[in-house]
Structures are given as C-alpha cells and as structure tokens.
C-alpha cells in the first residue's frame, strides 16, 4: 500500500529557508516519481515541484522557479523540498505524493494521478 | 486561477446524488483521458477516488463515479452519505503546460 510522512515545517521569517522532508515506506521509492503539492491556508491544492526516478530530472511551478530544489535520497527512502528566499505567500500546508505516470507521444513523462499522499506539514512565512 | 473550473459549492441531501463537473479545454480533459478526483477532509490529506477518467481504486466505494464529455468531466456521487462532506479537487494531463493543474476545488455540503 504504501506510506508517505512529511517533517520538518514551521514558522520561518520572509526571505528565510527550510527544508521539509517525506519519508517513504511500504513501496520501492526508487522506482516512482515523487512530487510536492500546496495548500495555502483556505485555498485549493497546488503542484509544486515533481523529481524523477533517480533525481536526474525536476521540475517546479513558476512561483517558486529558482527558489526551491527538490531532490531525494533513494538510500533512505527519503524526499526533499529545499526552500529559499521564502515568502508570506509561500505559508501552507505542503503535501508529499506520488505520481503515476505515462510518457507521451514526445517521449515527455506526465502526470496520469497522485495515488498516494502524505499528511503533510505546514510552513509559515511570518515575521 | 485554476486552468479546470468547478464549482465552488454543491449540496444535497443523505441518499441523493450529486454531480461535480470540471471543465477544462481540448489540451487537457477534451484530448485525453487523464482525469482524476480527489477526496480532502478536513485537516486531512487528499485522497485519489477516481482516476483515468472513470477507474476506482480498490478500496473507494462504488458510490463514486467519474465520466467524461467533450471538455467537461464529471464526479457523480450516488446514495449520498455524511461522511461525503469534504471538497473535492479534479486534476487532469494537459499538452499544453509542463505543470500539473488542478480544479480550484467544490465544497459538498451534505444537508
């Protein structure tokens, strides 16, 4: 089945950085494209970021291009969200999930659904 | 702004059924069939209920259905039940973005 547990959030000054974590278990985390997703207090659900298979390839939402990396350690079964430069605008709750995919007719890999999510944890940029 | 449009709100009551709609264009839900809903309590994690349009996870119950027409998909709840108050978030594979998109969201109100 599978598991996903987020870590590391909490109250952070503007312009300030954090990493939050996802700890993967239940599944072989090497093998799936892993993403994070936003949710701003009140407000809908925003992808993030997504990395592949072994870290080769990232991509990321354009507010957050150049300020956050996203990476993982298939060692530890472990996936990163490293954030920079951090924004009142960036406080939200941020979920972990896994995306099953499909690669289309560029040879792109795409996103079919997120079938497994984690908790989350939440990220307040305040002074 | 989302790229898919929902509603924001729809209700009824304990043993009808609803219908959410997500509507999208031809890049995305009207060119394929990459659609999927998610289920989100309260302080709790979204959870995948439909995928690929109309397939269910093992463990969803059979009250929820998806479908699709032209740019417009649909999430169908039947024999409506308390504990389907919760939003509801479509997603869907878009051509014309490398970023994933999601609905703004629908608020079901069981009455």
């Known amino acids: 089945e599978g598991q996903l547990e987020e870590s590391g959030g909490g109250l952070v000054q503007p312009g300030g950085s954090l990493r939050v974590s996802c700890a993967a278990s239940g599944f072989t985390f090497s093998n799936d494209w892993m993403h994070w997703v936003r949710q701003a207090p009140g407000k809908g659900l925003v992808w993030v970021s997504r990395?592949?298979?072994?870290?080769?390839?990232?991509g990321y939402a354009d507010s957050v291009k150049g300020r956050f990396t996203i990476s993982r350690d298939n060692a530890k079964n472990t996936l990163y969200l490293q954030m920079n430069s951090l924004r009142a605008e960036d406080t939200a709750v941020y979920y972990c999930a896994r995306g099953i995919g499909f690669y289309d007719s560029t040879g792109y890999h795409s996103t079919r659904f997120f079938d497994l999510w984690g908790r989350g944890t939440l990220v307040t940029v305040s002074s | 702004q989302s790229v898919l449009t929902q509603p924001a709100s729809v209700s009824g009551s304990p043993g009808q059924s609803i219908t959410i709609s997500c509507t999208g264009t031809?890049?995305?839900?009207?060119?394929?069939?990459?659609v999927s809903w998610y289920q989100q309590h309260p302080g709790k994690a979204p959870k995948l209920i439909i995928y690929?349009?109309?397939n269910r996870p093992s463990a969803v119950f059979n009250r929820f259905s998806g479908s699709k027409s032209g740019n417009t998909a649909s999430l169908t709840i039947s024999g409506l039940q308390a504990e389907d108050d919760a939003d509801y978030y479509c997603s869907s594979y878009t051509s014309s973005s490398t970023l994933e998109v999601f609905g703004g969201g629908t608020k079901v109100t069981v009455l």
């Open positions: 031809s890049s995305d839900i009207g060119g394929y069939n990459y």
């Open positions: 690929d349009v109309s």
């Open positions: 990395i592949n298979y072994d870290g080769s390839i990232t």
